[in-house]
């Protein structure tokens, strides 16, 4: 591809056999009317020294970034402490450069051209909004769910208006389109997307500007919040289960809970179908930290912390209500708590309302809300969606749970040594009935190998059993699995699906990991700093070199699906020029 701003690709290597007298130009895709003018054809020109600076900062930011974790690292050294001064000037720094990467992916693909207004898809036969949340705000200023959008009068007068076929035909026949993602029921348009970012985001924000919010701004706030929550949150973890965590296995392990986690996936396209899972993230990360930092000396809680840390998790009801599985984490965080009757029991009455009662503040608001929308307290809706196919009347099944288990977890990549690397795999074809699956790459498993720490646990549970944390990896297991399964069997493959699931796997191997590295290791105090220096044996270098590499290994593919096609939304086409230019920087090198 030559493009005329970016000389790099104004030279064209060939690789030919013989003696070559003849060369043949051919040009594609040009539009009609389209103006092309080539000055001069040159053979064998020598190739003039190009300096692109952008190209030189990245690659130096690239380097100076894999200096940093480089095994040989005094951040591998360092005791966790938010005492020493360094340590938290360098964690906040490594927030700030985390959310400005965030940012700067969630521009990419041009959001603001999302935002513009409706657009009519598939050969004008439905109307894509993407202010969905922003119709919800009105609708509750005006003291009503349903939105005010205008209903197609053949859609509601249809037998099953969740026929998407049908309502392609009508839409493009009749010139009346219904809009698509939206929920439908008893005659008008519902959002089944979780409320919570509306409450705290939309509402407030119209009512201090008398404007919308765009959704892609609230999307990069909720993932800045998801990063300041996973960090706060394995700080929590890390220094009440372990002594000899270190300052770069901190570090490593945030970066890799946010990368994991799906937060480079949930930016690209910030639209609303992200917002429910970064705020789910968000306020799970906040309430499993503030559990574990309620506990005080002497059996004794921060009851202020329990509570929040409850009314955190409850908050999943409004987001992203599968994630509320995360409250049953509660047990084997407070498990020798719970043993020793400080709660459950006469003596611990009020450290158990201080976890319960938060539910009740969250879920019977919630519930009247489903009622209200769809007249069950405990349907949120979400069957009810205007989209591809009939989520009302399709098959149940578990027979799609193997092949779904597979896709999400052990799909190798379809790679090529063609830009830009990772290409889309194919939807699996032995389930005969519907298999829902959106563009996808690879298994979450490939792109976060980290996981496979968990197994380690079985040769090593002695050691898992003395650090009295086994549980807890348990849970997260658990738990990741249910949510496996689930979105398996029910909605389908996505990869941006791997926010429900693989924060938790990530959770688990790092438990695993710093239970070795701390059985395995040496501490020591620095005199002049007084800080802790950790000294590796050589099984916990090897590991923390696992670590390293698999941190190192999430980072690169994360970052490189980026610019793969096929997915919505893709480099390719919503945003060229970066597209290009990054191809350009890969032309040295075919």
């Known amino acids: 591809m030559v493009v005329e701003n970016l000389p790099d690709t104004h030279y064209v290597r060939l690789h030919a056999a013989g003696k070559v007298s003849t060369l043949n130009l051919r040009f594609v895709d040009l539009q009609k009317g389209k103006l092309l003018k080539l000055n001069t054809v040159r053979v064998n020109p ?13 690659f130096l930011s690239v380097s100076y970034f894999i200096y940093v974790f480089l095994p040989s690292s005094r951040i591998y050294k360092w005791r966790l402490s938010m005492a020493h001064k360094a340590q938290l000037i360098l964690t906040i720094f490594s927030m700030l450069v985390l959310s400005a990467i965030l940012f700067a992916i969630s521009r990419l693909a041009e959001p603001e051209k999302m935002f513009s207004g409706t657009y009519l898809t598939q050969d004008g ?20 769910a349903y939105l005010d959008l205008n209903v197609p009068r053949w859609l509601a007068h249809m037998k099953n208006p969740y026929d998407a076929g049908l309502r392609l035909y009508y839409g493009q026949s009749t010139g009346e389109q219904s809009y698509w993602d ?16 509306v409450i705290v985001a939309f509402i407030p924000f119209k009512l201090l500007t008398g404007h919308d919010l765009r959704t892609d701004y609230a999307v990069v706030a909720f993932a800045v919040l998801f990063v300041i929550g996973a960090f706060y949150f394995l700080y929590a973890l890390l220094k009440k289960y372990f002594d000899k965590t270190s300052f770069g296995m901190y570090i490593l392990s945030a970066i890799t809970l946010v990368v994991g986690g799906s937060g480079f996936t949930q930016v690209f396209l910030p639209k609303i179908y992200s917002l429910p899972i970064l705020a789910s993230l968000t306020v799970t990360t906040f309430g499993l930290g503030l559990w574990l930092r309620s506990f005080r000396a002497n059996a004794r809680f921060t ?13 999943n009801l409004l987001c992203r209500p599968q994630f509320i599985l995360s409250a049953f984490l509660a047990f084997p965080i407070f498990w020798e708590q719970i043993k020793k009757r400080l709660f459950f029991s006469q003596r611990g009455v009020w450290n158990t309302l201080a976890v319960i009662a938060p539910f009740f503040c969250v879920g019977i ?7 209200i929308r769809f007249e069950s307290f405990f349907d949120f809706g979400a069957t009810y969606n205007l989209t591809g196919f009939d989520m009302v009347h399709h098959s149940r099944t578990i027979m799609r749970a193997p092949s779904g288990l597979w896709m999400y977890l052990f799909q190798p990549l379809n790679i090529s040594p063609n830009f830009p ?58 738990c990741a699995f249910l949510l ?65 590499c698999t941190f190192l ?8 699906n980026l610019l793969s096609q096929g997915r919505y939304y893709a480099l390719i086409s919503s945003n060229d020029t970066v597209y290009r230019a990054v191809e350009s920087w890969s032309l040295a090198f075919q």
């Open 46 to 58: 020598n190739r003039p020294f190009h300096f692109s600076l952008t190209r030189f900062v990245f």
């Open 125 to 144: 036969g439905f109307i894509n909004d993407s202010n969905q949340y922003n119709h919800v705000a009105n609708a509750l200023l005006r003291g009503h």
């Open 182 to 197: 939206y929920a439908f029921f008893n005659g008008k348009y519902y959002s089944y997307f979780g409320v919570f970012p």
């Open 303 to 315: 009851k202020a912390m329990l509570f929040f840390g409850a009314l955190c998790i409850a908050l």
């Open 365 to 371: 608001p919630a519930m009247w809300y489903n009622k």
């Open 421 to 478: 690397y990772i290409f889309t795999v194919d939807i699996p074809h032995g389930f005969m009935g519907t298999f829902i699956m959106e563009p996808y790459f690879g298994g979450f498993l490939v792109f976060t190998p980290i996981a496979f720490a968990i197994l380690l646990a079985i040769p090593f549970k002695r050691v898992m059993h003395t650090q009295k944390n086994a549980l807890l990896v348990s849970g997260c297991v658990v």
């Open 484 to 548: 496996l399964f689930l979105d398996s069997a029910l909605v389908g493959v996505n990869s941006r699906y791997f926010g429900d699931f693989g924060w938790l796997l990530i959770v688990a191997a790092i438990i695993v990991i710093q239970n070795l590295l701390d059985q395995w290791s040496e501490t020591e105090t620095i005199p002049s700093s007084g800080v802790g220096a950790i000294t590796y044996t050589v099984k916990a270098a090897w590991l923390r070199n696992f670590a390293l």
């Open 553 to 560: 290994w999430t980072v690169l593919l994360y970052s490189l």
